[in-house]
């Protein structure tokens, strides 16, 4: 890869990545620290994205982790050591974090979130800043900033698009732990999955995507549904047609639209 030596990628220390059946595996590696965040991680996961956003044996990515718990938000170490930091320093920290949920949500390939325990605080943000997410029902989530003084201001910015302000105004201002199954009511989940079948199910979602989705389409509705909503309505919709005009030259559009009216099966993968 051109954007990473191999031999770096493989020197990260709370990060594991590879690639299997078109599907890239980026794992959180830090189960005695219950996968928290601390700088360090969150250079390794956007290094770890930037590989897999240009890994061609990669179409569809899985974030995980080992462990029990998903990600338990910031490193307790960690948050110790920002209460010496002055405003400078904590903007460039911020900032750093920003700059991975960002990543992430503009990412060209797809990410899913397969959450096999409990995601609080910046845990829960970076699953709501992938693009689906499924869980077994023993995981809690969260954004519980406020029970410590803190405030969930990154993700505010994913979750009002994701929920709405009204379910963001009660998840954010309460700090209420949440049920698996009270996150699907909420839409931060696309799934409730028992823990036996969470790998398979997700496997198969991902294999799915592989194999039934062009990549090309895939990625240029992320960057519209990424676009759109801080645009007006006439410009939304001005630009709305220009990538639908685009999209009708594109080569997947062609072969697929070839596919339908042959009333052949199209298998994307190839």
Known sequence: MDNMPTQELEALRFIRYEAADAIGYITLNRPEKRNALSADMVSELKMAFEFAEEDTACKVIVLRAEGTAFCAGADLAYIQELQSFGYTDNLADSTHLMQLFHQIYTLKKVVIAQVQGHALAGGCGLATVCDFAFTVPEARF??????IGFLPAIVS??????????????????????????????????????????VRHVHGFARRLCIENSAQSMEATKEMLARIPEMPLEDSL???????????GSLDCRRGIAAFLAKEKITWEN
């Not at 969260?142 to 029970?147: L, Q, R």
């Not at 001005?238 to 009708?248: C, D, G, L, T």
């Open 157 to 198: 910015v994913f979750l009002l698009r994701k929920v709405g302000e009204a379910r963001t105004k009660e998840l954010l201002l309460t700090g209420d732990v949440l049920t698996a199954q009270r996150a699907l009511e909420l839409g931060l989940v696309n799934g409730v999955v028992a823990a036996a079948e969470l």
């Open 238 to 248: 001005r630009y709305a047609a220009h990538i639908n005009a685009e999209a009708r």
């Open 142 to 147: 969260g954004y519980t900033e406020v029970k």
